[in-house]
């Protein structure tokens, strides 16, 4: 039986040290073994975020972190900016008017990213704005927002904190938590952080634990202060998801056998061009900018005369390449090309050349291997630097 070549937005592949450590045999959350553990792996972790701040583990998905983020630091009534780009920054929308915040939402286009100019415009009529709750990597579209120029927007306009999430491309983005503002910043693991989902990862500023401090809003289960509290002591306030902190340690160990966090984020932009320059050559669009392009997910647009579900489903079946769909309103417009965490050069290659055969086999007018020589031309060239 042939292997499900998985090129999603996640979940994605996950490597066998991974899987071997998650194998290890179960301990209990309330021992010296376990301390260990979590200090040492929330420690290593730091670089993804770029942070001198403690790592907090829920054991959940990344949509918990990012109510966390919301509830501990907004009361009823109080006013936020949401920031949307895509399906992900309709979320954050969605879990602040479900706690009753007064939320102002600043909309682009699926596809543009948010800039400076349209943050600092929006932001002018504005007063008394207690969070700006953002989107680094949108799923749903691909598009990566400018996060160090839109938090410096925030700290210059703003006496707001500055929330962001971060799901879908901390493990494979730059990422400069303290130096770009950001107050609260969340993942999830089953993305570029290469492990199954379950984990969610977060990280707040000193200036957002003061606001924590005094919020009115109450929560328990997410109760970050509680996470804090037990944090300092190596362990968690209700049973962590054990086994995924065991894979993550062995996620940092393959972080440092790459070369450290600087080499991955290189690697993820390399596969980035080599999916984008293919497309381009294959005549197929893409959804967005290169300036904005994510380093983790590609945006593509149907090929001319194809029906994207029959062809999408023909990869699967046929080739056993699976994609994800478009959401929302690019529903059978886009599909979404993964290339995050477990992922390498080779691996967009034999992607590409099986989007190649599949075209083939749909009359698809193209240059046959036009697009697996682009992005072999973009490999060959980064590997000469």
């Excluded at 596969?271 to 290169?290: F, H, P, Q, W």
Aim: charged fraction near 20%; charge should be negative.
């Amino acid at each position: 039986m042939y292997p499900n070549i998985l090129r999603h937005p996640g979940p994605t592949p996950i490597p066998k040290k991974v899987e071997l450590a998650m194998a290890q045999d179960m301990i209990s959350h309330r021992t010296e073994e376990f301390v260990n553990l979590y200090q040492e792996t929330t420690h290593r972790v730091k670089p993804i975020f770029g942070t001198k701040q403690d790592i907090l583990l829920l054991p959940s998905g990344g949509t918990a972190a990012l109510e966390a983020a919301a509830v501990n630091t907004v009361s009823p009534g109080e006013e936020v900016v949401v920031i949307t780009v895509g399906a992900f920054g309709d979320y954050f929308v969605s879990i602040c008017e479900k706690y009753g915040f007064h939320v102002h939402k600043l909309v682009k286009n699926w596809g543009e990213a948010c800039t400076e100019v349209d943050l600092i415009e929006f932001l002018k009529p504005l007063s008394n704005i207690k969070a700006v709750f953002a989107t680094y990597n949108e799923t749903s579209t691909g598009i990566l927002n400018p996060i160090d120029k839109l938090g410096e927007v925030v700290r210059t306009y703003t006496d707001a904190l500055f929330i962001v999430d971060g799901v879908s491309c901390l493990g494979g983005a730059p990422a400069e938590m303290d130096q770009w503002g950001i107050d609260i910043f969340v993942t999830g693991s089953q993305k570029a952080i290469m492990l199954p989902p379950g984990l969610a990862l977060l990280s707040v500023s000193e200036r957002a634990w003061k606001v924590i401090e005094t919020n009115r809003t109450p929560s328990y289960y997410l109760n970050l202060m509680s996470y804090r509290e037990w944090a300092s002591k190596g362990m968690t306030p209700n049973t962590p998801a054990i086994s995924l902190i065991m894979g993550l340690s062995a996620v940092c160990d393959l972080i440092e056998e790459e070369g450290g966090f600087s080499k991955t984020i290189e690697r993820h932009e390399v596969m980035k061009n080599m999916v984008r320059e293919a497309m381009k050559a294959l005549s197929i669009g893409l959804l967005t900018s290169d300036e904005f392009a994510s380093p983790t997910i590609t945006a593509i647009q149907t090929p001319e005369g194809l029906e994207l579900s029959t062809f999408l489903g023909h990869l699967k079946k046929k080739y056993h390449l699976d994609f994800a769909g478009g959401l929302g309103h690019l529903q059978g417009k886009i599909f979404r090309f993964g290339h995050m965490g477990y992922c390498f050069p080779s691996d967009i290659l034999e992607a590409v050349s099986l989007i190649e055969a599949g075209l083939q086999d749909f009359s698809y007018p193209f240059e046959p291997g036009a697009g697996v020589r682009a992005a072999q031309n973009v490999f060959l060239s980064a590997r000469r630097k």
